[in-house]
C-alpha cells in the first residue's frame, strides 16, 4: 500500500534527516570545540547511537537478545591499543579503524555460528554475557599482549583537537542507523523480521535463518567494535575492566528500549535523551546518581516498555504511521 | 487513532532537551576578573571505592577550607588573596567515567587546577585527559614507574618509592630474632596492575635482604575463595607471607588461613589490610597482621595530629591515609603562591622548585621527572589497634610473632 | 426453547493486525454436541481459544449460563466450567499421569471433588487406572487424547471444547475416540467439538457451522449438514 | 606451573572446598532457574538480593545479636515477602512485554540496589564475626570449615524443600506445569501472576538462605553479588534450565572446577576456566549436563 501520502511523508523524514545532520555538521563550526562540553557530550551521545542501534540490529529486529555488545566494544578498543602501540596502525588511522570492526565481526561470526544454531533466546543472551567476561578475564592474564590489567596507554600527546573525534561519531551513528535502514528495507530485512516474528513460518519460506542471524550478529558485531576503536583513540588508555564493562551492553539497550526496540529512531532518540539525562543526574546527585538512573531504568521499563517512539507493540518493523 | 509521537520530531525535541540542559549547566567566569582559584577533583564517590573517596574527598575539603579560612592563596598576578573554589566530580570508579568527568571539569567548570583521582587505575586515564587539556594535574597514589613511562607533562605524580616500600617487610623481619624469623616467605599479590608492578621489586628487595620467596603467586581479585591456594602454602611449609590485596579478599584469606590451619609467623598485608573494616569483619582474627600505611598521625610533623583527630571526629576511626591528601593540597596552593599565577605550565614548574616545608607528611621534595616520594609505613594490628612499627623513628613499636591459631 | 448454556454474538477478533473472525454467532444448548467444521486456518481454534479467555475478542459477545464471560481470564472461565482440550492437547508432558489429572481439577470447584472424579475417571479409562506414575510425553498419541479428555473432564466441566481431537491419529485409535465423546454425550455432558474430520463429526452432532475464512456460512443439525451438497463437494469429496 | 603432584590429601580437601563452595552458586543457580523456568526472567539481580540478605544478616547480628543462624528464621521470611513484592511491583506489568524490559528492570534493580546500599551501608567489605567464624572440624585429617559446611547443609536443605514443594504439592506442580507451557496452565485455572509470585517469593527466599550463608562464611561488599549472579548463570548453564537438582549440581561442578583450577593454574585463570566451560557447554550441550531430558524445554 504505497500512498502519495505515505510517499510524501518518507520524503518529509529524509528532509528532516538532512536538516538535523546539516545542524549537527554547523556545531563544531559554531561552539568552540576545545571549550565547549555540548560538543564532547555529541561526541558521546553520537556513540551511544552507534552501539544501540548496533544493538537494534541484531536484538530489536531478530529478537535474538544479545548481551555481548561490550565484548566486540572492548575487542576493538584492544585491537586498535594493540596494533598502535606497535606501531602497525596510526592515530585515528582509518584502516585501524576497520581492522577493529573486522576483528569484532569476525568473532562475532566464529561465535554466532555455534551459539546462534544451538540456542535459542535466553541460552543466546547467557553466552554472549559470557562472552564478554571471558574476554576481559583473558586481558587480565594476556601479559605482554594485553598489558594485563593495567592496560595499554596510547600517546596521548597526538591528541590536537575533539574536531575529528566529533565527526568520526557523527559518521558512526550515521553509518549504524544507514547500515541498519538498509538491512532492514532490504530482502535481507524482511528475512530478519520474519525470523523474529515467527521462525517456523521463516524456515517453511525458505530462509536461512542462521545465515540471517549470524549476518546479523557480525554486523552489530562491526559496529560495536568501531565505537571501541573511536573510543580508545580519544581516551588514550584501553584497559580491561572499563572497555569490557557491561554498560556498554546495557547502556545502548535501555537506550534501545527507551526509544522503541525494532525501530530506526528509537535508539536514536533514546541515546541523545539518556545521555543528556545521566548527565545532568551526575552533575546535581554526584554522590547518588547511580541510585537515580537504576531508577530511571525500572521506571522507563514500566511506563514506557515499548519506547517513545511506538506506544504500540506488534510491529516492529518501522513506525506504524510513516511506514 | 493511536498516540504516536514520530521520530524526527521526538529527536528534535530531545536536541532542545540537551541544550536546555547545558545553558542549565554553570558557565564559566571570564578569565579578566578572576576572583576565585577553582580547583577540581574526579573521584570514586560512588561504586567499589566510594569510602576512599569519601575521604580523600573530605580531605580535600578539610585543606581548602583551611586556606579559606586565612583569606585564601595570595597571587601575585592579581596581587590579591584568592580563595580556593573545591569542585568534585564523580567518576562512578570507572576510568571511562573518569575521562568524561574530567571533561566536564575543564569545559563546564572551566578549573584551572586538578587534583588527583584515586588509585592508579582512576589516575592514569585522567592524567591522559590531563594531558589532552594542558591543565596542571597534582596526582598522587598512582605507582611511579607506569606514570614516569608516559613522560606527561601536565602532571605530578607524588607516591611511596617502590625500592623502599618493599623493603619494609624485610626491615622488620631483620628485627626479629633469627631462631623465631619465619623460615619460609611466600609472596601473594593481587593480580592488578599494582600487584603486576610491586610484585618483581618485591623480590628485588627480598634479595638485597638476603629473603627469598619459596613460593609466588598472584590472587584473584574480588574472588571468595581462595582455600585451593592456601592448601598450597600448607603443603610447601610456608610459615610468613606478604599479602598484597584488596581488604575484602584479605578478610576472606586471613579466615580460609584460619578454617585450613595455615599458620603464619608474620603476615604483611598491602592495601587490604589497614581498614577498620577489617578488624571489623575478623576481629580477634586480625591480631599480628601487618598493614602498610602512608601517614600516621604520630607523625612528628606539623598539624599532623590535628589532622587525625579532625579525621577521627569525622569518621569515628583513625586513617594511615588522610594526611597524604591534605598534604597534597598545601604542596599545590604553596607552589600556587610561588608561582604567583594560575597558568598551569607555570605552576607545574613552581611545584618542580619549590621546597615544601612542614607539610603534615613532613618536607616535600619534587624530582625535575615530576615524582616525589614519601616513606610508606607499616603497622601491626596489636589489641585492636593499628601500631606503627616502620618507619623506626620515635613512637614506633616493636613487631610481634604470630602464634599458631590454636595458642591464641 | 430454553435458555442456551452457550451464547455468542457477533464475535470480532483480531491476530495482531489482521482480523480472524468476523461476526461470529451461534448458539449451544445443554446436553448437545455442536461442531465447528471448515478447512485448516478458517478460523475454528481461534474460535475456541476466545471461548476459553486466551484471546479477547475486539467486539461482541460470549454469555455463559446467563452471564457474560468474555473479557474474563482463562482461569475463571474454566473455574466457571468451560473446559477446552487445545490442539496439540493440552498435556504437560514433563508430568506424570496423575499429576495431569491433578492439575485438570486446579478450579475452586472441581478441586474438593479431585480424589473423587479421579476415581471416575479411572473408571472410564483403563490407561489412568495403568499407568498414572507414567510420564505424559511418553506415551502414544491415543493414549495422551484419552488423557488430555480425562484431564479436562477433571474441572467438571459444563461445557467441554474439543480442538481437533481426532488430528494425527490413526483411524482405529479415532473411532475409539469419537466413541468416548458419543459416551459422554449420552452422558449428558454438553460439547463443542471442532474438527476437520468432517464426516464422523455431523454424525455425531446435533447442530453444527461452517467456518470459512473467519465467517460462518452454514448453520444447521448435523443431519441437515451432512446431506448439503455443497458441503460434500467442498470439503468431503477429499476426504473419500 | 605444576611443579609438583599434590598428594592425595590435598586433591580431596580441594574435592571438599570445591563441593562445599559449590553450594553457594547452586544455591543461587536455583532460584535463577525457578524464575527463569515460569517467567523466562533472566534475573541478573539475584546475587545483588543475595546480598542484600547478607546484610540483613549482618545488621541482625551486629545490632541486635540475633545469631546468624537464627537470623534465616527472619531473612528468609522477609525475603518470600520481599519477592512477592518485586513481582508485583516490578514484573507483574512488565511479565509479558518478552525479554528486554525483563532484564532491563533486573539490571536497573541491581544498579539500584548496590549504590543504595553502598550508600547506607557504605562499600567496605563485610563480614559477620563470630566465635566460630573459622572454626574447622577435623575429618580423617581434612579440614571442613564450620560455616561453610552450615552453608552446604542449607543449601540442600533449600534445594530439598523446592524439589518436594514441586514434586508433591498442587501449587508445586502448577508451576512446573506453567513452566512448562503457561498456556497449557491458564486452561486449567492456573493464574500466571499466581504461579510468578509463588515462584518469585521462592527464588528470592533463596536468595535470602544464600544471604545468610554468604554473611556466616565470606566476605562482602554491596558490589559482590554481579559476579554472584554470573557464576549462578554458568552453574544454571551446567546444569540445564529448570532443573532444580541440576541447577545445584551444576553450582558444585562449578565450585570444584574452580578449585582445582586455582590450584592448579592461578586464581585468575580459574575463572577463566569456568567461563570458558560454561561457553562450551552453551555451544555443545545447551541443554546441560544434567539434564533429564523431562522438564528442559528446547
Same mark, same amino acid.
Given at each position: 500500500m504505497k500512498t502519495m501520502g505515505q510517499n510524501s511523508k518518507s520524503k518529509r523524514r529524509l528532509a528532516l534527516t538532512v536538516v538535523v545532520v546539516a545542524l549537527l555538521t554547523a556545531v563544531p563550526g559554531v561552539l568552540d570545540p576545545e571549550t565547549s562540553y555540548v560538543v564532547f557530550l555529541l561526541f558521546s551521545a553520537f556513540i551511544y547511537v552507534a552501539l544501540a542501534q548496533a544493538w537494534n540490529l541484531v536484538s530489536g529486529y531478530t529478537g535474538q537478545v544479545s548481551l555481548g555488545n561490550h565484548a566486540f566494544f572492548g575487542l576493538g578498543a584492544y585491537v586498535i591499543a594493540i596494533g598502535w602501540s606497535r606501531g602497525l596502525i596510526g592515530y585515528l588511522d582509518p584502516l585501524g579503524m576497520l581492522l577493529a570492526g573486522c576483528a569484532a565481526a569476525i568473532l562475532g561470526i566464529l561465535v554466532g555460528i555455534p551459539l546462534l544454531s544451538k540456542l535459542r533466546g535466553d541460552y543466546f543472551a547467557l553466552g554472549t554475557l559470557g562472552l564478554g567476561e571471558i574476554l576481559r578475564l583473558v586481558t587480565i592474564q594476556g601479559r605482554a599482549l594485553t598489558a594485563g590489567p593495567t592496560g595499554i596507554f596510547l600517546p596521548s600527546s597526538s591528541f590536537t583537537t575533539i574536531v575529528p573525534y566529533y565527526f568520526m561519531a557523527l559518521f558512526l551513528a550515521l553509518l549504524a542507523t544507514g547500515v541498519t535502514y538498509y538491512m532492514v528495507k532490504s530482502n535481507t530485512g524482511l528475512a530478519l523480521v520474519a525470523t523474529r516474528d515467527d521462525e517456523a513460518a521463516a524456515a517453511a519460506i525458505g530462509i536461512n535463518i542462521l545465515k540471517f542471524k549470524v549476518l546479523a550478529f557480525a554486523v552489530g558485531a562491526f559496529l560495536a567494535g568501531l565505537c571501541g576503536a573511536l573510543q580508545a583513540y580519544y581516551v588514550f588508555h584501553v584497559e580491561p575492566q572499563g572497555f569490557f564493562s557491561l554498560s556498554w551492553t546495557i547502556y545502548p539497550v535501555l537506550m534501545c528500549v527507551l526509544g522503541g526496540v525494532g525501530t530506526l529512531t528509537g535508539p536514536v532518540v533514546g541515546a541523545v535523551f539518556l545521555t543528556a539525562a545521566f548527565e545532568v543526574a551526575k552533575y546535581y546527585l554526584p554522590e547518588i546518581h547511580p541510585i537515580f538512573s537504576g531508577l530511571l531504568i525500572i521506571l522507563v521499563i514500566m511506563f514506557l516498555p515499548n519506547g517513545l517512539v511506538r506506544l504500540r507493540r506488534g510491529r516492529i518493523v518501522r513506525n506504524p504511521k510513516a511506514a | 487513532m493511536m498516540m504516536t509521537l514520530r521520530g524526527p520530531r521526538l529527536m528534535g525535541l530531545s536536541l532542545v532537551f540537551v541544550a536546555a540542559m547545558m545553558l542549565g549547566l554553570p558557565t564559566a567566569v571570564p578569565a579578566a576578573d578572576k576572583n576565585e582559584i577553582v580547583i577540581g577533583a574526579t573521584l570514586p564517590l560512588t561504586g567499589m571505592l566510594s569510602m576512599m573517596g569519601a575521604e580523600q574527598k573530605w580531605a580535600y575539603e578539610q585543606a581548602a577550607a583551611d586556606i579559606n579560612a586565612e583569606g585564601g592563596i595570595y597571587v601575585k598576578e592579581y596581587d590579591k588573596k584568592l580563595p580556593v573554589k573545591l569542585i568534585v566530580a564523580d567518576n562512578e570508579t570507572d576510568a571511562g567515567k573518569a575521562v568524561a568527568a574530567i571533561e566536564r571539569l575543564v569545559k563546564v567548570d572551566k578549573v584551572d587546577f586538578l587534583l588527583s583521582d584515586s588509585t592508579l587505575p582512576l589516575v592514569m586515564p585522567t592524567a591522559v585527559a590531563a594531558e589532552k587539556w594542558k591543565v596542571y594535574y597534582h596526582a598522587t597514589i598512582c605507582l611511579l614507574p607506569p606514570w614516569q613511562e608516559q613522560k606527561f607533562k601536565w602532571s605530578t605524580d607524588y607516591f611511596f618509592d617502590g625500592a623502599q616500600a618493599t623493603a619494609v617487610p624485610f626491615e622488620v623481619l631483620d628485627t626479629i630474632p633469627e631462631a623465631d624469623r619465619p623460615k619460609k616467605l611466600a609472596l601473594l599479590a593481587e593480580d592488578s596492575t599494582d600487584g603486576r608492578i610491586l610484585g618483581p621489586i618485591f623480590k628485588e628487595a627480598g634479595k638485597q635482604y638476603g629473603y627469598e620467596f619459596d613460593y609466588e603467586e598472584p590472587v584473584a581479585v574480588g574472588s571468595k575463595d581462595y582455600s585451593s591456594q592456601i592448601l598450597k602454602l600448607k603443603s610447601k611449609g610456608i610459615d610468613g607471607a606478604i599479602l598484597f590485596a584488596g581488604s575484602g579478599d584479605c578478610v576472606t584469606f586471613v579466615r580460609q588461613m584460619k578454617e585450613v590451619g595455615l599458620n603464619l609467623k608474620y603476615l604483611h598485608g598491602y592495601k587490604g589490610t589497614w581498614g577498620t573494616e577489617f578488624w571489623n569483619a575478623l576481629g580477634q582474627d586480625a591480631e599480628y597482621i601487618l598493614a602498610d600505611g602512608f601517614w600516621s598521625e604520630t607523625y612528628p610533623y606539623p598539624r599532623a595530629e590535628e589532622i587525625g583527630e579532625r579525621y577521627y571526629q569525622n569518621f569515628n576511626k583513625r586513617s594511615v591515609s588522610i594526611g597524604l591528601f591534605y598534604a597534597l593540597c598545601q604542596t599545590l596552593f604553596q607552589a600556587i603562591e610561588a608561582a604567583g599565577t594560575l597558568d598551569g605550565a607555570k605552576v607545574r614548574e613552581a611545584v618542580l622548585t619549590t621546597e615544601f616545608k612542614g607539610t603534615v607528611m613532613g618536607d616535600i621534595k619534587y624530582n625535575p621527572d615530576g615524582t616525589a616520594v614519601f616513606p610508606l609505613a607499616a603497622f601491626q594490628w596489636q589489641e585492636g589497634l593499628l601500631r606503627r612499627v616502620y618507619p623506626f623513628v620515635e613512637g614506633a613499636s616493636p613487631v610481634l610473632i604470630a602464634p599458631p591459631w590454636d595458642k591464641r | 426453547m430454553a435458555n442456551p448454556l452457550l451464547n455468542v454474538v457477533d464475535l470480532n477478533v483480531f491476530h495482531g493486525e489482521a482480523q480472524a473472525l468476523w461476526d461470529i454467532s451461534f448458539q449451544i444448548q445443554a446436553g448437545e454436541v455442536f461442531a465447528i467444521i471448515g478447512s485448516n486456518g478458517a478460523g475454528k481454534s481461534t474460535i475456541l481459544k476466545t471461548l476459553a479467555g486466551l484471546l479477547r475478542p475486539s467486539a461482541g459477545r460470549v454469555e455463559f449460563l446467563g452471564s457474560r464471560i468474555d473479557g474474563r481470564s482463562a482461569a475463571r472461565i474454566v473455574d466457571l466450567g468451560l473446559a477446552l482440550v487445545p490442539e496439540g492437547r493440552g498435556l504437560f508432558s514433563g508430568l506424570t499421569v496423575a499429576e495431569n489429572l491433578e492439575l485438570g481439577a486446579f478450579t475452586k470447584r472441581a478441586r474438593p471433588l479431585m480424589k473423587q472424579t479421579m476415581e471416575e475417571m479411572a473408571a472410564t479409562f483403563q490407561i489412568i487406572r495403568i499407568r498414572s506414575d507414567q510420564l505424559a510425553g511418553k506415551m502414544s498419541g491415543g493414549e495422551q487424547q484419552m488423557l488430555a479428555i480425562a484431564k479436562a473432564l477433571m474441572s467438571k466441566p459444563r461445557l467441554l471444547m474439543l480442538d481437533e481431537p481426532s488430528l494425527g491419529l490413526a483411524p482405529l485409535v479415532v473411532k475409539t475416540v469419537f466413541e468416548i465423546i458419543a459416551t459422554l454425550k449420552q452422558q449428558g455432558v454438553t460439547i463443542l467439538l471442532v474438527e476437520q474430520n468432517i464426516h464422523q463429526a455431523l454424525r455425531i452432532a446435533d447442530h453444527a457451522c461452517v467456518i470459512k475464512t473467519g465467517r460462518i456460512t452454514l448453520v444447521g443439525t448435523g443431519k441437515e449438514l451432512l446431506s448439503d451438497p455443497e458441503i460434500h463437494k467442498a470439503y468431503m469429496g477429499s476426504l473419500r | 606451573m605444576l611443579d609438583f603432584i599434590p598428594p592425595i590429601d590435598i586433591l580431596l580437601q580441594l574435592l571438599i572446598n570445591g563441593v562445599l563452595f559449590g553450594t553457594m552458586y547452586g544455591i543461587a543457580?536455583?532460584?535463577?532457574?525457578?524464575?527463569? %523456568? $515460569?517467567?523466562?526472567?533472566?534475573?541478573?539481580?539475584?546475587?545483588?538480593?543475595? /546480598?542484600?540478605?547478607?546484610?540483613?544478616?549482618?545488621?541482625?547480628? +551486629?545490632?541486635?545479636?540475633?545469631?546468624?543462624?537464627?537470623?534465616?528464621?527472619?531473612?528468609?521470611?522477609?525475603?518470600?515477602?520481599? %519477592?512477592?513484592?518485586?513481582?508485583?511491583?516490578?514484573?507483574?506489568?512488565?511479565?509479558?512485554?518478552?525479554?528486554?524490559?525483563?532484564?532491563? /528492570?533486573?539490571?536497573?534493580?541491581?544498579?539500584?540496589? &548496590?549504590?543504595?546500599?553502598?550508600?547506607?551501608?557504605?562499600?567496605?567489605?563485610?563480614?559477620?564475626?563470630?566465635?566460630?567464624?573459622?572454626?574447622?572440624?577435623? *575429618?580423617?585429617?581434612?579440614?571442613? =570449615? *564450620?560455616?561453610?559446611? !552450615?552453608?552446604?547443609?542449607?543449601?540442600?536443605? %533449600?534445594?530439598?524443600?523446592? @524439589?518436594?514443594?514441586?514434586?508433591?504439592?498442587?501449587? %508445586?506442580?502448577?508451576?512446573?506445569?506453567?513452566?512448562? +507451557?503457561?498456556?497449557?496452565?491458564?486452561?486449567?485455572?492456573? $493464574?500466571?501472576? !499466581?504461579? +510468578?509470585?509463588?515462584?518469585?517469593?521462592?527464588? /528470592?527466599?533463596?536468595?535470602?538462605?544464600?544471604?545468610?550463608?554468604?554473611?556466616?562464611?565470606?566476605?562482602?561488599?554491596?558490589? =559482590?553479588?554481579?559476579?554472584?549472579?554470573?557464576?549462578?548463570?554458568?552453574?544454571?548453564?551446567?546444569?540445564?534450565?529448570? +532443573?532444580?537438582?541440576?541447577?545445584?549440581?551444576?553450582?558444585?561442578?562449578? #565450585?570444584?572446577? &574452580?578449585?582445582?583450577? @586455582?590450584?592448579?593454574?592461578? #586464581?585468575?585463570?580459574?575463572?577463566?576456566? =569456568?567461563?570458558?566451560?560454561?561457553?562450551l557447554v552453551l555451544m555443545f550441550k545447551p541443554e546441560g549436563l544434567f539434564a533429564s531430558g523431562t522438564s528442559a524445554k528446547p
Open positions: - | - | - | 543457580a536455583i532460584g535463577l532457574s525457578l524464575i527463569f %523456568g $515460569t517467567m523466562r526472567i533472566v534475573f541478573i539481580a539475584q546475587g545483588t538480593m543475595i /546480598i542484600l540478605a547478607a546484610y540483613g544478616s549482618f545488621w541482625l547480628f +551486629n545490632l541486635w545479636s540475633v545469631n546468624p543462624y537464627v537470623s534465616i528464621l527472619i531473612v528468609v521470611p522477609a525475603s518470600l515477602i520481599v %519477592g512477592s513484592g518485586l513481582y508485583q511491583v516490578l514484573f507483574r506489568k512488565v511479565a509479558r512485554e518478552g525479554q528486554f524490559p525483563t532484564l532491563l /528492570i533486573a539490571f536497573g534493580l541491581m544498579a539500584l540496589l &548496590e549504590n543504595l546500599m553502598s550508600v547506607v551501608f557504605s562499600a567496605d567489605a563485610r563480614a559477620i564475626q563470630t566465635s566460630y567464624a573459622a572454626y574447622a572440624l577435623t *575429618f580423617m585429617g581434612l579440614k571442613i =570449615s *564450620f560455616t561453610r559446611l !552450615m552453608a552446604f547443609v542449607m543449601a540442600v536443605a %533449600g534445594t530439598v524443600g523446592v @524439589a518436594f514443594f514441586l514434586k508433591k504439592t498442587l501449587l %508445586g506442580k502448577a508451576v512446573r506445569a506453567a513452566s512448562e +507451557n503457561l498456556e497449557y496452565a491458564m486452561l486449567v485455572g492456573i $493464574t500466571p501472576h !499466581m504461579v +510468578n509470585t509463588l515462584t518469585f517469593a521462592i527464588g /528470592i527466599g533463596l536468595a535470602g538462605l544464600a544471604g545468610v550463608a554468604t554473611a556466616t562464611a565470606y566476605a562482602f561488599d554491596p558490589f =559482590s553479588g554481579f559476579v554472584f549472579s554470573l557464576k549462578a548463570m554458568i552453574a544454571l548453564a551446567l546444569g540445564g534450565m529448570g +532443573n532444580v537438582v541440576g541447577a545445584l549440581l551444576g553450582g558444585l561442578l562449578l #565450585g570444584v572446577i &574452580e578449585a582445582f583450577g @586455582a590450584f592448579f593454574l592461578s #586464581g585468575g585463570w580459574a575463572d577463566v576456566i =569456568s567461563y570458558a566451560v560454561f561457553l
